[in-house]
């Protein structure tokens, strides 16, 4: 696979910045009241989703978390109308009825958030099964983390994939929690791609280095794409925030928090990009200007939209 | 017009959906090779090759969301379920996921899906092969629930239930599969949502599913010897259910009893009973009765008393007949 060019790096670390700045911003409307719900966030895991999605089009499909916001930024979503989604607007791509959690865009195979832990492994595999089945050359992706893994889902899916020899990567990110518990309260194991070995799949595991993740991304999709079947390609990362935003994180020590937060893959990119004169601090700062820009406009389109009318509540449950 | 059986009208339907459209196939434990744990895919495999009829391996829960993702893509699976009891495996699959796909995204995706299982006793199977659950399907806001009684409407529906673009839990019956019953030699199919008056009546209105039909009928054959005459409704589908038909029968009896196999506390039954003492209390001249299994696992060795049957349906008419307001 060919190195990324000037183009595609300073692409990545645009994407990465989208990410990073959208879910900050998230996190400030969420603490003023502007989002309901639970808010869960990615910061720190940008690379994941970059490194993965440069490889995928808009015909390709994902499934993805909970924590899913930047995998649908990766995948190409429309900030306007997913900021809009996630103020609960009836412009928003799911017309309001999912915000945070299961923000999905069928235009660019999102095939939803999911608040079930687990529960878009099997159907990620669906869509690899519908590209065999209609013999397209798509590929699925399925997001999602160490704690997942735990759950028959994640088996059952694996399973299925490598039998059939589906078209898709499992990816999974090791943040090293599953919503409350560290990874040593529930896995006997210390690297989730030990699981491949029951499903004859190979797995590959990465750090939380965009290049690094591209790099294998590619190959596995290819492998994919080629009719060669499933991978399992595991991120070792680090959770900066609690599992939602508003946790305390008191099962977890402040200490480990800071060092989680000393880890930070795109200033680890940033600092690389300017090493290598790809950018410079002048890239950087309108870089961050023009995202910002984009984001706050979102946020205000989003503020401008309205919110569904409880008459249209029971619209479309059945058609 | 053709006899055959319960479980070959159910693979007819399957397979000439799947001649009719490219886009339908059949997944699930022993589908293929096997022909189906019933033999509801006799000659399906053969037919249609293993990559429209897909064997798995035991994994409800997997295999129902890989073909939820799969309707979200633009196919139109048929899930078997081999015992309704292992559909417990997969419920986020259908409550959380497949129930809610399209609404929950904004209307984007569409989740084509039917996923048949066959319900009730008759095996001496046990607790964990012979339970009724269509209720709690019933329950979830954006499934379709359908359940047929004879080979005529086993056809007719599935064919209906997989041409539609709502996701569909289609419950078939185990002592029914073996069941003879005329069907035309054309294509036909029974509109979702619609009731059937199996039999017209002018004493008390039956309203009961599936097996308990059968009962009904046999229930109302002898009471019309005691002059006591019975309408049997079948509603065929649960979830949405056709209260004009059930309402106009109640304006013209004034009775009603309701009868299934799963257990009476918070059965479909109860659903009927609340809706029509809500909306045409004044219509009734008599408590409502309703019949369904002890609230109790289903029995191994005491299988026969424990499944409602035709005696159960007489006593419930004839307490309804005795009483009045």
Redesign the interface.
């Known amino acids: 696979m060919s190195k990324p060019g000037r183009k595609k790096l300073i692409e990545f670390y645009t994407r990465m910045v989208r990410i990073r700045k959208t879910e900050e911003k998230l996190m400030e409307v969420f603490s003023n009241g502007e989002i309901l719900g639970f808010l869960h966030v990615s910061i720190g895991q940008e690379a994941a989703p970059v490194g993965i999605c440069a490889h995928l089009s808009d015909l390709d499909y994902i499934a993805t978390t909970h924590r899913g916001h930047g995998h649908a930024i990766a995948k190409g979503i429309d900030l306007k109308y997913a900021m809009a989604e996630l103020f609960g607007k009836k412009e928003g791509f799911c017309m309001g009825r999912s915000g945070s959690m299961h923000l999905a865009d069928k235009k660019h195979g999102i095939m939803g958030a999911n608040g079930i832990v687990g529960g878009g492994i099997p159907i990620a595999t669906g869509a690899a099964f519908a590209a065999r089945y209609k013999k397209t050359d798509q590929v699925a992706v399925a997001t999602f983390g160490e704690g997942a893994t735990g759950e028959g889902a994640f088996h059952e899916a694996l399973n299925f994939a490598a039998i059939k020899k589906l078209p898709i990567v499992y990816v999974c990110e090791n943040n090293g929690w599953a919503e409350f518990s560290p990874q040593s309260i529930h896995m006997p194991i210390k690297d989730v791609i030990s699981r491949a070995t029951a499903y004859n799949m190979p797995a590959v595991q990465v750090s939380n280095d965009v290049l690094e993740i591209y790099e294998a991304a590619g190959k596995a999709i290819d492998h994919a794409r080629a009719g060669k079947g499933p991978t399992l390609l595991e991120v070792k990362c680090d959770r900066w925030h609690g599992h939602y935003v508003g946790d305390a994180q008191k099962y977890r020590g402040k200490d480990a928090v800071e060092k989680a937060m000393g880890k930070d893959c795109l200033l680890n990119f940033e600092v690389t990009l300017l090493t290598d004169k790809v950018l410079q601090k002048k890239d950087i700062e309108k870089i961050g200007a023009q995202v910002q820009a984009e984001i706050d406009e979102a946020v205000d389109f989003a503020r401008e939209c309205s919110f569904p009318d409880p008459s249209e509540m029971m619209d479309g449950l059945y058609i | 017009m053709k006899d055959i059986r319960y479980i070959f009208a159910i693979k007819e339907a399957m397979e000439e959906e799947m001649e009719r459209d490219e886009n339908v ?1 059949l997944v699930g434990e022993d589908v293929g090779l096997a022909e189906g744990s019933f033999g509801a895919s006799r000659g399906l495999y053969d037919k249609f090759g293993p ?1 429209r009829v897909i064997d ?2 035991i ?1 409800e ?15 139109r699976p048929i899930v078997e379920i081999m015992f309704m009891d292992f559909v417990t495996c997969c419920m ?2 259908i409550v ?2 497949i129930a809610k ?10 989740v084509p899906i039917v996923v048949r299982m066959p319900e009730g006793g008759g095996l001496n199977a046990g607790p964990q092969h012979s339970q009724c659950l269509e209720a709690w399907f019933a329950h979830v ?2 499934l ?1 629930v359908v359940m047929a009684s004879t080979p005529y409407d086993v056809k007719g529906l599935l064919k209906s239930s997989i041409r539609d ?2 996701p569909v839990i289609f419950i078939e019956n185990k002592t029914l599969h073996a069941m003879k019953g005329s069907i035309p030699e054309e294509d036909f199919t029974i509109p979702l949502g619609k009731a059937d008056i199996k039999r017209e009546g002018s004493d008390v209105t039956i309203v009961t599913a599936s097996r308990m039909v059968h009962e009904s009928l046999k229930a109302a054959d002898a009471l019309a010897e005691e002059g006591i005459s019975l309408e049997v409704i079948d509603l065929m589908t649960i979830q ?1 259910w056709d209260r004009e038909t059930v309402f106009n029968s109640i304006g013209k009896t004034h009775r009603l009893v309701t009868a299934h196999e799963a257990v009476k506390q918070f059965g479909f039954g109860a659903e009927i009973s609340a809706a029509v003492t809500e909306e045409i209390l004044d219509e009734l001249d008599a408590p409502i009765m309703r019949v369904g299994a002890p609230f109790v696992p289903a029995s191994y060795s005491l299988e026969k008393f424990y499944v409602p049957g035709a005696d159960d349906v007489k006593n419930a008419v004839r307490k309804t007949m005795e009483r009045s307001f």
């Open positions: 196939f990559d798995t391996p994994s829960l997997g295999f129902t969301s890989m073909a939820a993702g799969a309707a979200s893509c633009g196919l986020d699959s959380n996921q796909m399209r609404y929950m995204f904004g209307n984007q995706y569409s806001p954006g379709k673009d709502n949405p």
